[in-house]
């Protein structure tokens, strides 16, 4: 079992910077496809960011944070970071982050992830 444990949601303003935190436990974490998801109120579980490691280290990231958040790992200490800058309202949502141990590469549908942490809120004011 993969333990996924997030931390770093809070209140902004619009233009600020936040950055979450997913510690996992269980698992070798080098061998996990790692992706972070959004869900606003009402809405369904949406891709945001994803990070594997395939000889390279690859990133992906949904259009509408391209430029603004960068996701990365720290191996050491098993982590894995979204840094979100130049926040807008439209961010506000609970990002939960996702392991895949199986996957060859990151997709962006949430039933390819096994493992989900419990939720950390993004509120982004005006």
Avoid: H
Avoid at 13 to 41: E, K, N, V
Avoid at 86 to 100: F, G, I, M, N, R
Wanted: aromatic share 12%; proline share 2%; hydrophobic share 35%.
């Amino acid at each position: 079992q993969v333990q996924l444990v997030e931390s770093g949601g809070g209140l902004v303003q619009a233009g600020d910077s936040l950055r979450l935190s997913c510690a996992t436990s269980g698992y070798t974490f080098g061998s996990l496809i790692m992706g972070w998801f959004r869900q606003a109120p009402g809405k369904g579980r949406e891709f945001v960011a994803a990070t594997w490691f395939n000889g390279d280290t690859i990133t992906r990231y949904t259009d509408s944070v391209k430029g603004r958040f960068t996701i990365s790992r720290d191996n050491a200490k098993s982590t894995v970071y979204l840094q979100m800058n130049s926040l807008k309202p439209e961010d506000t949502a609970v990002y939960y982050c996702a392991a895949d141990r199986s996957g060859i590469e990151a997709t962006s549908t949430p039933r390819s992830y096994e493992f989900w942490g419990q939720g950390t809120q993004v509120t982004v004011s005006s």
